[in-house]
Each structure stands twice: as C-alpha cells, then as structure tokens.
C-alpha cells in the first residue's frame, strides 16, 4: 500500500478508482474541474502573445532567435565580469606590492648603511 498525494490542487469532479483497488504507475485516479485549469493556460498563452508582441518576436524562429540573443547578452556580460575579477586581482596585488617593494628598499638601505 502506498499513500499518494496530489500535484496540483482543484475540485475532483470524478473518482476512477476505489480505495482498495490496485492501480500501476500512471493510471488515472481522479478528474479535477478543467476550468481553473484552461483560464490559468489561457492568460499565460495570452501573457505570452502580448510579450511577443511586445518584442515583435512572432514566430518560433523569433523565439529561437531571441534566446539565442539573450545567451550572448548573458556570455557578455559573463566575461565583463571575468575582467572586473582579473582587474580586483590586479588592484589588490597592486596595494599590496607598493608597501612591500617600500619595505623591501627601506631594508636594503638601512642593511648597506649598518654594515659600513
């Protein structure tokens, strides 16, 4: 016996199986009312068309060209980034290294001067 749980929330319009029944993997146990469910799809596809629109991307190569626009504004500003990271790297070796050649030219010099 296994519990099962639902996926999705809604009214269950229609019962398929009894409690006690044996059921495979996939078989369907209920119905839920269609309606919630067809004006959820109906505003996305809706939301979909007014932003394509929007865009003026209409078709599936539109679509396809899109992404593929967006992937090289991404893989852009990805490597932008890689740069600014060298650059961080570059800038705080930079701080570090003007004390420490500072340093090291103030210990030579008092070095050469005590062993005269």
Do not use: C
Not at 26 to 51: K, W
Not at 88 to 116: D, E, Y
Request: charged content about 15%; hydrophobic content about 50%; cysteine-free.
């Amino acid at each position: 016996m296994t519990n099962v749980g639902p996926r999705v929330e809604g009214l269950v319009t229609e019962v398929r199986v009894d409690q006690t029944d044996r059921v495979a993997p996939g078989t369907l146990l209920v119905r839920l009312h269609r309606e919630p469910f067809e004006v959820a799809l109906a505003r996305s596809q809706a939301a979909l068309e007014e932003a394509s629109s929007t865009v003026g991307v209409t078709s599936l190569v539109g679509h396809d060209q899109g992404f593929a626009l967006l992937a090289n504004m991404v893989q852009a500003q990805a490597r932008v980034m890689s740069y600014l990271d060298v650059f961080w790297v570059l800038w705080i070796l930079t701080l570090v290294a003007f004390p420490l050649v500072f340093l090291m030219k103030k210990s030579v010099a008092h070095r050469g001067a005590t062993m005269h």
